[in-house]
T-cell receptor, first 115, second 109 residues
Framework: EPEVTQTPSHQVTQMGQEVILRCVPI?????FYWYRQILGQKVEFLVS????????KSEIFDDQFSVERPDGSNFTLKIRSTKLEDSAMYFC?????????????FGPGTRLTVL | GENVEQHPSTLSVQEGDSAVIKCTYS??????FPWYKQELGKRPQLIID?????GEKKDQRIAVTLNKTAKHFSLHITETQPEDSAVYFC????????FGAGTRLTVKP
């Protein structure tokens, strides 16, 4: 069964550095998402992406964040000038159709640790 | 934007008992309500979902109900087993997907 994959599984970075988290969505899916989960807390929506542009973004997704689909398979989340509070698990997800009525499939996550 | 509240935050039951988790949402435009199970350190896994034109849905030991008028939906797990122990998240989907705060379910053998 096809799955969403994410790399790396764990990223450690120094405060102020930039990180890029990578995701490979399921191949016939058209909608892509990033979520964040701070340890022990709920999953929080960051951004959705369709047709090479952002569809929706939450209040968390400020100018520090950006997303890109650099080629036909990868979907990336860039975090500039990382802060301690950016430490979290970041999940990518994809769905075949738009949000409504359609299951989103989650990747295994990237654990980001900012020191 | 959407606000999803989930209760209880923790739930402990004896094996074989039922567990009920409740969620409310605020945005009447939300029309899809998935439930996710998350085991420690793993990704959320969809266990059941319900769409806004359906009041109840059942899949073996798991059922979900939806009351659109009251804007609440519930997860029911019957005949609980120790392997049901996990954190369960409800979510409401409209323009985006908003999760509840999660319920840590512990099923004691």
């Amino acid at each position: 069964e096809p799955e969403v994959t994410q790399t790396p599984s764990h990223q450690v970075t120094q405060m102020g550095q930039e990180v890029i988290l990578r995701c490979v969505p399921i191949s016939n899916h058209l909608y892509f998402y990033w979520y964040r989960q701070i340890l022990g807390q709920k999953v929080e929506f960051l951004v959705s992406f369709y047709n090479n542009e952002i569809s929706e973004k939450s209040e968390i997704f400020d100018d520090q964040f950006s997303v890109e689909r650099p080629d036909g398979s990868n979907f990336t989340l860039k975090i500039r000038s990382t802060k301690l509070e950016d430490s979290a698990m970041y999940f990518c997800a994809s769905s075949q159709l738009a949000n409504s009525y359609n299951e989103q499939f989650f990747g295994p996550g990237t654990r980001l640790t900012v020191l | 934007g959407e606000n999803v509240e989930q209760h209880p935050s923790t739930l402990s039951v004896q094996e074989g008992d039922s567990a009920v988790i409740k969620c409310t949402y605020s945005d009447s435009a939300s029309n899809y309500f998935p439930w996710y199970k998350q085991e420690l350190g793993k990704r959320p896994q969809l266990i059941i979902d319900i769409r806004s034109n359906v009041g109840e849905k059942k899949d073996q030991r798991i059922a979900v109900t939806l009351n659109k008028t009251a804007k609440h939906f519930s997860l029911h797990i019957t005949e609980t087993q120790p392997e049901d122990s996990a954190v369960y998240f409800c979510a409401a989907v409209g323009d985006d997907m908003r999760f509840g705060a999660g319920t840590r379910l512990t099923v004691k053998p």
